[in-house]
């Protein structure tokens, strides 16, 4: 993989992210508040971060920075860090977007299998059609 695609997959990867919150396939959980980082090895309160705040700017920073060339890659670094944080943590969770999309697929699915049927059973009758017209037989 070449630098330049390496760069790509990284903002892509955020661009998916940010883009799947908008459509509600993934939710952050509330737990997300709980969770909390620190910045090294210390019981000092103020070097601790809460996940949900530094997931909500790092996403922040990197959609302000989108449109620098010279910012973006380091914003969307920072956004992926905190993103994968979030997964490892399973503060986030498939949402009702995802839900939604999955039911109206599967309603999707079943109608196309009821229209393969009639298609087949159609098929079935001016196969046989045609063979009885083949043998010399009016239908």
């Not at 892509?12 to 919150?21: D, G, K, L, M, S």
């Not at 302000?64 to 969770?93: K, M």
């Not at 196309?112 to 079935?124: F, G, M």
Request: hydrophobic content about 35%; charged content about 35%.
């Amino acid at each position: 993989m070449s630098e330049a695609e390496s760069e790509d997959g990284i903002i892509q990867r955020v661009e998916t992210f940010i883009q799947r919150c908008h459509d509600l396939d993934y939710v952050i959980k509330p737990e997300a508040r709980n969770v909390t980082y620190s910045k090294r090895e210390s019981d000092d309160p103020k070097d601790r971060t809460i996940l949900s705040d530094r997931l909500a700017l790092a996403i922040s920073s990197y959609e302000l920075n989108r449109e620098n060339p010279d910012l973006r890659l380091s914003e969307a670094e920072a956004a992926l860090l905190w993103i994968t944080r979030a997964f490892s943590s399973g503060v986030v969770t498939e949402g009702p977007g995802l839900i939604r999309k999955h039911k109206e697929a599967e309603a999707k699915v079943a109608h196309l299998s009821t229209k393969v049927d009639e298609l087949t059973a159609e098929n079935l009758f001016l196969k046989a059609k045609i063979d009885l017209m083949d043998q010399g037989r009016k239908f």
